[in-house]
């Protein structure tokens, strides 16, 4: 029971920088009707800024709106940059596009930068644990589940409550009928990728803590988890993303806790070899939208 | 208040509109009939900033709007019930309405938003209801009031009746006359040609692009050239 519970919080906390990553894969994907493959990049340039300021005598109270900011001004050139170029695409082309955003992007840094592992400190309280009864519970787990408890609050108030929020989830509906409203189609997708970025952005600072490290495809594990995680709640359903976010970090914890011994390295395939059952089952994810016909 | 001069559109190589011109005046209900395929909703979507335009002019209230954004042409106070009404399934029809109302200000929308609950006393009843869930009939009410969100001068409507049972069908021209009743000016595609006439002041004829009649509702229900035209939508 004591075990269940442990991992429970330690899935909670993995899952929990999951659905923030794929929240905002979501949001994109909702606006543009494209995967974003180069999500994980706004993990790997504020990683690099990071490297830099500490080298710099930063410390992680400033490092921290560092990594937020940058993320967002990251999505935000890179939709000026690649995506704004490629608006109403086939679907295919987009996600090449992202692609290559990608590709450009941890080609940049193993050219001009380093091939080599750069290191992060972490904070120092980052290897803490409180004690609840038999429980020994991870600090990190605990701030990780508190911030994005936080962030998805206000991600809901923002979408329900604001007219930005009103007119993204009307465009990501039908965007010639938002247009069509008066919804400006400039705003509407920057403010997507705005947000979409401030969200790998504290799931970011997370991540970055965690690794302790910078590479330059540092963005490939956080990439893939956003988009699988997206897959498996339901392509479309923001709260499909965070829902698969957070059942993709339970299953991670849980099959490295239950698979025996010799075969744990393999977590990661049977979570896949799970993702394709759940695929069979339910073709459309847990939470998935039914395809209405645009006429 | 409305002049659209010459206006072609075309989607590739077929013009869908071809040396289109029309005029609509302030506080008129006009009609725009015409059998299917004739270019009517490729004309409000011209109109509307939705279609890109190969030539031609179109000005309202004195200012030219031709190939401007959709979200200015709102703006400027000329707005479109799309075909197939197109709400927004997902959202409640409150935010239906708030979206529609996304050009002006938070202040002007409150007393708005009460206004059209009394205007579709329907829709006050599925305030926090997800669209979706509306009938088609309800949700046609909602299309249209959603346009009257952004305070239009000039509302478009493009088939407001089509797929609704006759019952309904009444309800959709009531509310045209209760529109006009408010002063408000009108430009309706309807397939519904002999009952369009009736309720317009004036109605333009389309066939294959091209505008082939035009003048009062009474005038054009005469000419029995048009007949097929009057039948066959």
Redesign the interface.
């Known amino acids: 029971m004591t075990g269940l519970l442990q991992n429970l919080i330690d899935g909670l906390g993995r899952g929990s920088i999951y659905a923030l990553l794929a929240l905002g894969v979501a949001v994109v994907f909702g606006i543009m009707h494209m995967l974003n493959f180069a999500h994980g990049e706004l993990i790997t340039i504020p990683g690099y800024l990071t490297y830099w300021a500490f080298n710099n005598g930063w410390t992680w109270w400033t490092v921290i709106p560092l990594i937020i900011i940058s993320a967002v001004l990251s999505s935000l050139l890179i939709e000026r940059v690649a995506f704004s170029r490629v608006r109403g695409a086939t679907d295919f082309t987009m996600l090449l596009t992202s692609f290559g955003v990608h590709f450009i992007v941890s080609a940049g840094f193993l050219l001009y930068v380093s091939a080599s592992v750069k290191p992060i400190p972490r904070p120092g309280w980052f290897a803490n644990t409180v004690s609840v009864g038999s429980l020994n519970i991870e600090v990190f787990d605990l701030v990780v589940i508190g911030v994005t408890a936080v962030v998805l609050a206000g991600t809901t108030w923002l979408l329900q409550r604001t007219?930005f929020g009103?007119?993204l989830?009307?465009a990501a509906?039908?965007f010639?009928?938002?247009?069509?409203?008066?919804?400006?189609?400039d705003s509407v997708i920057r403010g997507a990728f705005a947000l979409s970025g401030f969200l790998a952005g504290i799931a970011g600072v997370f991540w970055i803590m965690r690794e302790g490290q910078v590479t330059p495809t540092a963005g490939i594990n956080p990439m893939l988890q956003g988009v699988l995680a997206v897959l498996i709640g339901g392509l479309g359903s923001l709260r499909g993303a965070v829902l698969g976010g957070l059942v993709l970090g339970l299953a991670e914890v849980l099959l490295r806790s239950w698979l025996p011994l010799g075969i744990q390295n393999l977590t990661t395939g049977f979570v896949f070899l799970m993702i394709a059952l759940l695929f069979i089952f339910r073709p459309g994810g847990l939470l998935s939208v039914p395809q209405?016909e645009r006429? | 208040m409305l002049e659209v001069k010459g206006l072609t559109t075309k989607y590739g190589a077929i013009s869908a509109l071809r040396d289109a011109s029309l005029s609509v005046g302030e506080g008129e209900v006009i009609g725009l009939i015409g059998p299917n395929g004739a270019g009517k909703t490729t004309l409000l979507g011209s109109i509307a900033g939705l279609l890109p335009i190969d030539s031609g002019t179109i000005s309202f209230d004195g200012a030219d709007i031709t190939s401007a954004a959709p979200d200015k042409i709102v703006r400027s106070g000329l707005s479109l019930v799309p075909e197939h009404r197109r709400i927004f399934a997902d959202m409640t029809v409150e935010e239906n309405l708030k979206i529609g109302g996304v050009t002006i200000s938070a202040a002007e929308r409150g007393p708005l938003l009460i206004e059209m609950s009394e205007l579709f006393p329907v829709l006050q009843k599925k305030w926090s209801t997800a669209a979706g869930y509306l009938s088609g009939g309800e949700a046609q009410q909602l299309a249209i009031a959603r346009a009257l969100m952004s305070k239009p001068k000039v509302v478009m409507m493009d088939e407001p009746s089509l797929g609704l049972a006759p019952i309904l069908v009444d309800q959709v021209f009531d509310l045209i006359e209760t529109l006009r009743s408010q002063g408000r000016t009108i430009l309706v595609v309807e397939q519904n040609a002999t009952r369009m006439l009736k309720a317009a002041d004036r109605a333009y004829v389309l066939r294959s692009g091209e505008v082939v009649a035009t003048g009062t509702g009474e005038e054009l229900l005469e000419r029995s050239d048009l007949f097929d035209t009057f039948v066959g939508g």
């Open positions: 007219m009103l007119s989830r009307a509906s039908d010639d009928t938002a247009r069509l409203m008066g919804v400006k189609s209405v006429v």
